[in-house]
């Protein structure tokens, strides 16, 4: 790790911690909010401005490319949350009553193509610099961002999951439980981030970013569970 560039960067750790939960509150305060038919508009609408605020205060070394990767690649999963995902074949147990795919698995599928694109352009784009300095941690980066903008999208799915938690199972309540745990180690490791950090000197408030990672790669989590939760209770 290179030296730390901004003075008083490792001290930022509750102010990142509140920007994370502000985070937290607003998406889940959107799944109470009802959207006209059948598309999570508000929670689609918060999952965009946090994508947005991650870009605005983005947390690592980097270029604008950089940063506009990342949007681009964010804006294709959210886009993925309400147009289906072409697919031949779907499990019985991933279709709607009505017989279309589930959006989360339909997203899914999205999200697993999304993926091997990011890798395979990050690698591609690292070899085709001319001076390859600091490779790894470019690529690093790079992966990491593009994970966390394709994740954020999962969050359109909260309310479904809520929900399915609302029916009070065991497996329900289990899920949430890990969700919580998982939602507490995140923030406990973004506690080290931020210490660790070695942002771009030209970016304003880059903890407000390190802060929002954490938030966006939990959305990954909000679509699995409900995948997951979909198959067995419905």
Known sequence: MTEITQ???KNKALSMLLAQLTSYVLLIAATVIPSPGTV?????????????????????????????????????????????FPTSEVPPDQTAADGSVLPWYSWALAMGLLLVV?????????????????????LSHAVT???????????CFLPDLGAMLA????????????LIVLGLALAVASTLWVRDADPDPDIRYPWIGTGLMPVMLMGVTIA??????????G
């Open 7 to 9: 003075e008083g960067w």
């Open 167 to 178: 029916k009070g199972t065991v497996a329900g309540t289990v899920a949430l439980i890990i």
């Open 118 to 138: 990011l890798v395979v352009f990050s690698f591609g784009r690292q070899m085709a610099r001319e001076k390859r300095e600091h490779l790894i941690r470019a």
């Open 40 to 84: 999570p508009i508000i929670p689609l609408i918060i999952a965009a401005l946090t994508l947005a605020a991650f870009v605005v205060f983005w947390p690592f070394r980097g270029s604008i490319l950089d940063r506009i990767v990342t949007l681009v690649f964010g804006a294709i999963s959210l886009i993925f949350v309400i147009v289906p």
């Open 224 to 233: 699995a569970t409900a995948l997951v939760l979909g198959r067995i209770i």
């Open 145 to 155: 961002s593009g994970v966390a903008a394709l994740a954020v999208a999962g969050w």
